[in-house]
């Protein structure tokens, strides 16, 4: 198995057990839980549980500056302490909302930065995400919320869809048109809004995998001038940072997404195929299923490989236009393989897979449930898009 991590150093070494003895204490049962898919109340107050005490600690802000609520530690403490997240299968790694701490981090000001990035780090306040509309999923620039200056405010019109897990946020950071007759790219900026602000109403829209998305609509909402991130009509950038550009930034690359979601579930499945007997035979004797692990297990060394060079390039300082090829290229490649190993696992429990609960639910029913959040990939942008990326800006083909 792929073991490049170079943690061989005794405070390496250190960090790594100081990292499972915490684990150990605050999550004694590995517990799969994911935010997007999950509307339970009692998962969530336990997740954020977990979270806050993570928070507490400061690890959610390992490798930010100490000025703001960082600890100021070195990119491969976070990637350690990933790793050993990720082996712990740890409810949704990262919390919900870290998004904009990388958005305040790279173009937030000081006074931006103080008010908000403590309650990111420590998981008391939450962030949801306003970018996709009905009429602007992949092509993203054809968003029509707009914003303009009345004074001392922004005025913010519009409606925003499949925001995930809104309705627990308080605040979201929001897209919006701020120079309508600019070229479309260039005219859009961020805004951080307060939930509870006068003029936002918010519908659901349920996921088949038992979570929720959200309708959002923006009625003139108010938001005081200094609420806009970064510079006016320059939000592209920093979208394009937000759609896993931030996984590039050398003060933070991270495991990536088929850590979170892959491995710890695969894991679960091999152990099952050890312990569970069909027809007087172990399941993990059985040569078809021997021959799906194997060729699972395959396709998530590539994804790790393709994280490591990442992380890589990161380091490197060198974040250039291959870099964000590969990146591209990772996020193709897991969200293709998501649906394929969910369904693989499927076939691999059998039909008892679809029962849910009782004594014949097998692994709790979270395979079933992970076959349909499978289908939830395109979240953060399709896979179809991702290989247009890939083509255009890492290819050099014509779009
Ligand atoms: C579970 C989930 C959570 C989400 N959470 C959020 C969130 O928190 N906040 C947020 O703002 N958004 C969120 N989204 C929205 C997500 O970013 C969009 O669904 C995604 O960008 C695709 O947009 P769309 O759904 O409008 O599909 P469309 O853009 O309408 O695409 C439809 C199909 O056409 C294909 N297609 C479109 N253009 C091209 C092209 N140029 N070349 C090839 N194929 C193309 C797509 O690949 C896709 O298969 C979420 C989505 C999901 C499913």
């Not at 400061?58 to 976070?78: D, S």
């Not at 908000?116 to 602007?136: F, N, R």
């Not at 925003?160 to 309705?167: E, I, R």
């Not at 179809?384 to 083509?391: F, G, Y």
């Amino acid at each position: 198995m792929v073991d490049l991590c170079p943690d061989d150093t005794p405070e390496l070494k250190a960090w790594r057990q100081e990292v499972r003895d915490f684990l150990e204490k605050a999550l004694p049962e590995p517990w799969t839980f994911w935010y997007d898919y999950d509307e339970d109340p009692a998962s969530w107050e336990r997740y954020l549980d977990f979270w806050r005490q993570v928070g507490k600690k400061r690890w959610t802000a390992l490798t930010w500056p100490t000025e703001y609520y960082g600890l100021g530690r070195p990119a491969i403490e976070k990637w350690i302490l990933e790793e050993e997240f990720v082996n712990h299968d740890v409810p949704t790694y990262p919390v919900i909302g870290m998004h904009v701490a990388g958005y305040l981090l790279r173009h937030g000001t000081h006074e931006q930065r103080c008010k908000h990035l403590k309650g990111i780090a420590d998981a008391t306040v939450l962030w949801g995400e306003g970018y996709s509309e009905p009429g602007a999923g992949s092509d993203l620039a054809r968003l029509t919320t707009k914003a303009h200056r009345d004074g001392d405010e922004w005025v913010i019109n519009g409606q925003k869809t499949l925001g995930t897990a809104a309705h627990f946020c308080q605040w979201m950071s929001v897209l919006a048109r701020t120079d309508p007759d600019g070229p479309r790219h260039a005219g859009i900026s961020c805004f951080l809004v307060p939930l509870d602000a006068p003029g936002i109403e918010m519908l659901p829209l349920d996921n088949m995998a038992d979570g929720r998305q959200n309708m959002t609509y923006f009625d003139d909402v108010r938001v005081p001038a200094d609420s806009l991130l970064g510079d006016e009509n320059q939000a592209w950038t920093q979208i394009w940072f937000g759609m896993g550009g931030e996984r590039l930034d050398n003060a933070g690359p991270s495991l990536g997404p088929h850590a979170m979601r892959i491995l710890p579930l695969l894991n679960r499945v091999i152990r099952y195929c050890r312990q569970t007997t069909r027809g007087g035979r172990r399941l993990g004797d059985d040569p078809v299923v021997r021959q799906q692990l194997g060729e699972l297990m395959v396709g998530v060394e590539a994804l790790k490989l393709q994280a490591y060079e990442l992380y890589g390039i990161a380091q490197s300082g060198k974040a250039s236009r291959f870099g964000e090829a590969s990146m591209h290229m990772h996020q193709a490649v897991y969200k293709e393989f998501w649906p394929h190993l969910a369904q693989v696992c499927m076939e691999i429990v059998g039909p008892m897979a679809q029962i849910q609960g009782g004594k014949w639910a097998q692994l709790n029913g979270d395979i079933e449930h992970y076959f349909r959040a499978s289908f939830g990939n395109h979240a953060g942008g399709t896979s179809q898009l991702k290989r247009m990326v890939l083509a255009t800006r890492g290819l050099g083909l014509p779009r």
